[in-house]
């Protein structure tokens, strides 16, 4: 099954790539390797929270995967608009919007984690840091990063 076909599937609809909010790139690619800037937590709105604080482990897994959907928008940019040129995803990088004592951040980032590997199967399959942030961009809950490689 090709990927827009399992993301439609999934119901999922990739967005528009979202326009950088300053001075940076969306992506660069180097051959076949596309390094995406970080995404934020964003569909038709922000989702914001602190988690520790306001939000839990659910919420901020949703939140990664909005994450993810966002990066796949951005690979699909980077292959011309042509998502099935997506040969694997190489590595994330997952930073959470968290207090000094939450330590659940593989866990929310496993909502991106998890998502890719639905959809993509094998080739969702990724190396990934997780890490806590005391404040993310616009108050996010999440952003996440990535490197894939296409054809």
């Known amino acids: 099954m090709s990927i827009a076909a399992k993301l439609e599937s999934l119901g999922v609809t990739l967005p528009d790539a979202p326009a950088p909010a300053a001075n940076y790139v969306p992506f660069v690619r ?12 964003k569909d038709d709105a922000l989702i914001t929270g602190k988690l520790g604080a306001d939000m839990d482990v659910a919420a901020g897994a949703a939140a990664a995967r909005v994450c993810a959907i966002n990066l796949l928008a951005q690979v699909k940019a980077a292959c011309g608009g042509d998502i099935d040129k997506l040969v694997r995803v190489i590595k994330l990088t997952g930073f959470v919007n968290s207090t000094a004592d939450f330590t659940d951040q593989p866990q929310v980032i496993n909502g991106a984690s998890d998502f890719l590997v639905e959809a993509l199967g094998d080739a969702g399959r990724h190396s990934r840091s997780a890490v806590s942030a005391a404040s993310l961009p616009l108050g996010v809950a999440v952003e996440i990063e990535g490197i894939f490689e296409i054809q």
């Open 30 to 41: 180097v051959g076949n390797i596309v390094y995406v800037s970080g995404q934020i937590s």
